[in-house]
């Protein structure tokens, strides 16, 4: 197996475990807890992480694969309200959103072509524009269920 594929796959297996929209409406020490245990169970590999009062930046730079930013952003409450993946190819983002959309949980709508929303109950945006390079955001939503199926009920 080539070094790329084998980079690819490590990078795989940190977005399974770091899934995407896990930390959305979690509360920050949860979050902070969540990616501390990965940094325990991966000790070879270089990740940092920055907190300030209203996020949580893990950084992963590693010589052995691609670099990866989670930022996660947080309201008043302490809930996680934004979550922003950020890498170096266009492909991992590709391969992590096909990874995403196909996590039947969450039931995800295309509203545009960078656009999902998911079921009511999970209560999230995915924006995969193109304007953001490299970038996947999830961002909760706080719509009414009477306001979500008229916003997003013919989807």
């Not at 959103?97 to 998911?118: E, F, G, M, P």
Request: with cysteine; charged share 30%; net charge positive.
């Amino acid at each position: 197996m080539n070094r790329f594929a084998i980079c690819l796959s490590i990078l795989l297996l940190f977005a399974l475990n770091c899934y995407s929209q896990d930390f959305i409406h979690l509360e920050k020490g949860k979050a902070r807890n969540k990616l501390e245990k990965y940094r325990e169970v991966r000790k070879n590999l270089n990740t940092d992480i920055k907190e300030t009062d209203s996020s949580l930046t893990f950084l992963l730079r590693d010589s052995s694969i691609r670099p990866l930013d989670i930022i996660l952003v947080f309201d008043k409450n302490g809930k996680c309200k934004t979550e922003t993946h950020i890498w170096n190819c266009d492909s991992c983002l590709q391969k992590y959103k096909n990874k995403v959309l196909d996590d039947k949980h969450y039931q995800w709508n295309k509203i545009t072509a960078s656009l999902y929303v998911s079921k009511f109950s999970k209560g999230m945006y995915m924006d995969a524009s193109a304007a953001n390079l490299h970038t996947l955001v999830f961002r909760r939503f706080d719509f009414s269920r009477k306001e979500y199926m008229e916003y997003y009920g013919n989807y």
